[in-house]
């Protein structure tokens, strides 16, 4: 990508991502830069939504069965392109893995994202507590919440209470798991920032998902599903930060040494905050995160203590780019 990169005019960059998920925030902090802005959406009925905005220049409709074309044409314009989930969830991670446009972060970690044991593996490579993993339901102790591989948005989990009622359960699964300890505690998402141009990680904020049915009124009737509906934003009790930031760089290290690139950009650890504090990780995003949605236009309270000023993760992304530009640090944003 530094290749493709040395072909680019870094005074007249666009900054483009797929129109879902957090096109509004990476393109609104964009354009608020002096970038040129683009939009890619999957078909002409989002386009639209997305042409009413005036800070996205271009709302283009992109082929992503066959995404290499639309990437090129990308590249053509100058454009870098940021990654979010639904990104990756429309491409696939093949296509993600290929797609030759410079893209912020390090895209060999999609790779260990589409399996659940490796990405619990490089977890645990960093030092950071895991929830524990059962092989078989034979192993089990307690109760275990289920991962399907292909699961979505939370969609497609299911929790058992013992191994007993897993056993019976799992007769009916056919697609690939993982069996994870049911941690009890409270959820937690922290949304960090890897910044190679003040080489150094921010704590950027934090949220928790709103999720259906295990936040609903069910009052114990329902069966308990994950599908995330929203997020809530979260203020940290200050003793956890030092823990919550040695994790972020502990996390970074890991990928470093493990996958063989340094992220930069925006990432997310996501973890469940036990009754003694302790703060078990069961889960990461290599990029931005839908919960950083909830501090567009004003920042979370955390952006303060780096800039002085509130800034959302989208206005960050852009930052970064900007002053990377000025200080010729360019290509360790991209690959
Ligand atoms: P995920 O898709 O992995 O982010 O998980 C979806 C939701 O399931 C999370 O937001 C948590 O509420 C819950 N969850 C996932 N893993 C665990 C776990 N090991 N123990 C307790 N809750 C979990």
């Not at 925006?266 to 949605?293: H, Q, Y």
């Amino acid at each position: 990508m530094s290749q493709l990169l040395k072909n680019y005019d870094l005074e007249r960059l666009a900054i483009s991502t797929v129109a879902s998920h957090t096109a509004l925030q990476i393109l609104r902090g964009a354009k608020k830069y002096g970038f040129r802005t683009i939009a890619v959406a999957r078909g002409e009925a989002v386009a639209q939504f997305y042409r009413q905005f005036p800070f996205i220049d271009e709302v283009w409709v992109g082929d992503f069965a066959n995404f290499r074309k639309t990437a090129e044409k990308l590249a053509a314009n100058n454009a870098v392109f940021i990654p979010h989930g639904s990104y990756v969830e429309y491409v696939g991670w093949r296509q993600a893995l290929e797609a030759p446009v410079p893209t912020l972060g390090c895209r060999e970690l999609l790779r260990c994202e589409a399996d659940q044991f490796k990405k619990m593996s490089l977890l645990e490579k960093a030092g950071i507590p895991i929830p524990r993993i059962y092989k078989t339901a034979e192993e089990v102790e307690g109760p275990v919440i289920v991962k399907l591989f292909g699961a979505k948005g939370g969609r497609g989990y299911f929790v058992a209470r013992d191994r007993r009622e897993l056993a019976e359960r799992l007769k009916r699964v056919t697609e690939d798991y993982i069996i994870q300890e049911y941690l009890f505690g409270v959820p937690a998402y922290y949304h960090y920032f890897s910044s190679p141009v003040y080489s150094r990680l921010e704590i950027f904020g934090a949220d928790i998902r709103y999720e259906s049915n295990v936040d609903g009124r069910t009052f114990g009737w329902a069966e308990p599903t994950f599908v995330v509906v929203g997020n809530l934003p979260m203020v940290l009790r200050e003793s956890l930060l030092p823990t919550i930031y040695t994790y972020g760089v502990q996390f970074l290290k890991a990928v470093e040494e493990a996958v063989g690139c340094k992220l930069a950009g925006p990432f997310c650890l996501e973890s469940i905050i036990k009754d003694d504090m302790s703060i078990v990780v069961f889960e990461f995003s290599g990029r931005i995160v839908a919960g950083t949605n909830i501090y567009m236009g004003y920042g979370s309270p955390y952006s303060v203590l780096y800039f002085d000023k509130p800034m959302d993760m989208g206005e960050r992304i852009a930052h970064e780019i900007k002053e990377a530009v000025k200080r010729g640090k360019i290509e360790h944003l991209f690959t």
